[in-house]
């Protein structure tokens, strides 16, 4: 006959030979998790600070084309008026008024526009279509820079803006036809 042995004693060894089971995560594992949480956290950050810069420079160049627009309403304003050369105003005073000017952008980190004007039907740039008849009179003579006796009521211009951001220069390029719209 065999030897029972009473339950409390054989449960200390029973419970001795059984691999024990950990709690918790390992060293590696902690390691692991942090690693991947920092070039997480990084790249959400380095999205961010990049996300930022886009915006300021968006802001910038919005501002930009706003001071372009309003150069161009000033001139588009002075070559509607009647015109009067002593006074700078009409359209036959817009090349002698404008040409080869600079003018400062108060609101913008080193800004200023650069206009030029283009003297005659044969100088017109590509960007606004090559030189042509700008005033359809079947000649392409026309000079801007004759202040009487020419028939030209479009001046061709390009208008420059640039300004400094962050120690880059950035130009803003705007070409128009400034007519005169009034008679």
Same mark, same amino acid.
């Given at each position: 006959?065999?030897?029972?042995? /009473?339950?409390?004693?054989?449960?200390?060894?029973?419970?001795?030979?059984?691999?024990? =089971?950990? +709690?918790?995560?390992?060293?590696?594992?902690?390691?692991?998790?942090?690693?991947? %949480?920092? !070039? @997480? %956290?990084?790249? @959400?950050?380095?999205?961010?600070?990049?996300?930022?810069?886009?915006?300021?420079?968006?802001?910038?160049?919005?501002?930009?084309?706003?001071?372009? =627009?309003?150069?161009?309403?000033?001139?588009?304003?002075?070559?509607?008026?009647?015109?009067?050369? #002593?006074?700078?105003?009409?359209?036959?005073?817009?090349?002698?008024?404008?040409?080869?000017?600079?003018? /400062? +952008?108060? $609101?913008?980190?080193?800004?200023?526009? #650069?206009?030029?004007?283009?003297?005659?039907?044969?100088?017109?740039?590509?960007?606004?279509?090559?030189? #042509?008849?700008?005033?359809?009179?079947?000649?392409?003579?026309?000079?801007?820079? #004759?202040?009487?006796?020419?028939? !030209?009521?479009? @001046?061709?211009?390009?208008?420059?803006?640039?300004? +400094?951001?962050?120690?880059?220069?950035?130009?803003?390029?705007?070409?128009?036809?400034?007519? =005169?719209?009034? $008679?």
């Amino acid at each position: 006959m065999s030897k029972t042995t /009473p339950l409390h004693e054989a449960a200390p060894t029973r419970l001795a030979s059984r691999p024990s =089971r950990q +709690v918790g995560f390992s060293l590696i594992d902690t390691m692991g998790a942090t690693a991947l %949480f920092v !070039l @997480v %956290f990084l790249g @959400v950050f380095m999205s961010m600070l990049h996300g930022m810069k886009q915006r300021e420079e968006s802001f910038l160049m919005y501002r930009a084309v706003s001071a372009l =627009r309003d150069k161009v309403a000033e001139i588009q304003y002075l070559a509607n008026l009647p015109t009067d050369l #002593q006074d700078g105003e009409g359209i036959r005073s817009i090349y002698s008024r404008f040409h080869d000017t600079t003018s /400062p +952008v108060a $609101d913008l980190p080193g800004g200023e526009i #650069q206009i030029t004007c283009y003297a005659d039907e044969n100088t017109v740039p590509n960007e606004l279509g090559g030189p #042509q008849d700008l005033n359809y009179d079947s000649d392409a003579l026309d000079d801007a820079t #004759q202040s009487a006796g020419t028939d !030209l009521n479009t @001046v061709p211009m390009a208008l420059s803006l640039t300004f +400094v951001e962050q120690s880059v220069a950035h130009t803003v390029t705007v070409h128009r036809l400034i007519t =005169r719209t009034t $008679d």
